[in-house]
């Protein structure tokens, strides 16, 4: 058989929407593992409450890893449903900077387990409203991923490449190490402490570092 009529080599480069379901996932199962291993973590590490969530309230970091989840398995059903849409690649258009996360998903003045909280069907509705990046910097803000997480260089990429802000992601995570005291949590739903779709079982993928 000629070169000419040899079939073209198989590639194994992942797609761009598989790409992103792999992170999601390795996400998901991170912050699964966390929430499983965080009091047993922050006494081994004792900076790494702090560190990573500007706090060393674990009931509040138990809560914010929740909506991290929470984020993340709504992002996945998103992904999953505009796959073709992501392979095709971005559309040419202006640019526009990543919105931040409406009022009912940001941090209040008061403690977010209390009152004002969105409900998992919101924080589904705004995942599927806003950039794909921005909720990705949003997960890492709850699951508490900064810059040695080993997953870091991968949510970089994505954040930046799927309409993310990364300087202020950064930014965030300089102020909550640095001013505790200052940092307002996210808000996290009551009832997502005891959602259905959140198991902790230890997964099979990332754990924490």
Request: proline letters at 11%; one cysteine or more; charged letters at 20%.
């Amino acid at each position: 058989m000629s070169a000419a009529a040899e079939p073209p080599a198989p590639t194994t480069e992942p797609s761009r929407s598989g790409r992103l379901l792999a992170l999601v996932r390795k996400l998901i199962g991170y912050g699964r593992e966390l929430a499983i291993t965080l009091r047993q973590r922050t006494a081994a590490e004792p900076l790494f409450a702090m560190g990573c969530f500007g706090t060393t309230d674990l009931a509040l970091i138990l809560a914010r890893i929740v909506r991290g989840l929470l984020l993340a398995e709504a992002l996945d059903a998103r992904v999953l449903q505009r796959a073709a849409h992501l392979d095709a690649g971005p559309r040419r258009g202006r640019a526009r900077s990543a919105p931040r996360a409406p009022a009912a998903l940001r941090a209040s003045e008061t403690d977010p387990r209390l009152a004002g909280l969105p409900t998992a069907a919101q924080i589904a509705a705004e995942v599927r409203r806003r950039p794909i990046g921005a909720v990705i910097a949003d997960i890492c803000r709850d699951l508490g991923i900064t810059g040695s997480h080993p997953l870091w260089p991968e949510v970089r990429r994505a954040i930046t490449r799927h309409g993310g802000s990364l300087v202020r992601l950064v930014t965030d995570l300089i102020d909550r190490s640095l001013f505790p005291g200052g940092w307002p949590p996210p808000a996290v739903a009551p009832t997502a402490l005891r959602g259905p779709t959140l198991r902790f079982e230890a997964p099979g993928g990332t754990g924490p570092p």
